[in-house]
């Protein structure tokens, strides 16, 4: 049963489009994370948030936006979304201080044409 | 030079093999360890924690060596269900910030 919610799985979108991936979690973590991944690829930190009212940029230069409002929801935004944008987004929340590992959100397979 | 580093493979293995994957890591400082593992177009799942003194779970076992940095997973009597990539993750400090590096996966492809 997953504690953490991605929404779409899957978006097709054309160029220039804007976009909302949303990120949700019902564990009550403070630390939540988004990460994107290309295919065979490793994954790489486009943002994280050590809870409410905190973000900040990830290793990963991206030019997508987060907030951080409530601490159950972590949403990524695309004010114009582009072919280069395509990739698999994946949220994350831990606990606290790393101790324990983080849990995944299912992702979001973003394709933009 | 990468924080995390892992032989990508793949590693291509018969059933019932044992097979062994090693990892290194850069920063002598970090304080926690894991194993996660991620089928073909999921997200990554925990697989075990690694500890100093080794651990083990059914036919897994993960061992972590400070000295030379590097972590190891090994796995016993491969199933045909253990096929997918495999990901070192290390937590460098300052550790209570929760930033988790991952390494970029090695593959295990387990045949009949």
């Known amino acids: 049963e997953a504690d953490i919610y991605q929404t779409p799985r899957y978006l097709v979108i054309g160029t220039g489009k804007k976009i909302t991936l949303e990120c949700s979690q019902t564990?009550?973590?403070?630390?939540m994370y988004w990460y994107q991944q290309d295919p065979g690829m490793e994954l790489h930190l486009i943002h994280y948030?050590?809870?409410?009212?905190?973000?900040e940029k990830g290793d990963l230069s991206s030019e997508s936006t987060v907030s951080r409002i409530r601490t159950e929801h972590f949403p990524l935004t695309l004010e114009s979304a582009r072919p280069s944008h395509t990739s698999q987004y994946l949220c994350?929340?831990?606990?606290?201080?790393?101790?324990?590992?983080?849990?995944f959100g299912s992702g979001t397979r973003l394709t933009v044409v | 030079r990468k924080e995390v580093e892992q032989d990508p493979g793949p590693f291509n293995v018969p059933e019932g093999a044992t097979v062994a994957f090693n990892c290194t890591y850069s920063?002598?400082?970090?304080?926690?360890f894991f194993w996660y593992r991620q089928d073909c177009r999921k997200e990554p799942k925990l697989l075990m924690s690694?500890?100093?003194s080794g651990n083990e779970d059914g036919r897994f076992t993960a061992q972590l060596n400070r000295a030379s940095q590097y972590i190891s997973l090994l796995i016993r009597d491969s199933k045909l269900s253990d096929s997918a990539t495999y990901l070192c993750?290390?937590?460098?400090?300052?550790?209570?910030?929760?930033?988790?590096?991952f390494g970029q996966g090695t593959t295990l492809q387990v045949k009949p």
């Open positions: 994350a929340s831990s606990s606290g201080t790393g101790l324990s590992g983080y849990t």
């Open positions: 564990m009550g973590h403070d630390k």
């Open positions: 948030s050590y809870g409410v009212n905190s973000t």
């Open positions: 920063n002598s400082a970090s304080q926690s």
């Open positions: 690694v500890y100093s």
């Open positions: 993750v290390v937590n460098p400090p300052p550790s209570n910030t929760g930033k988790l590096i």
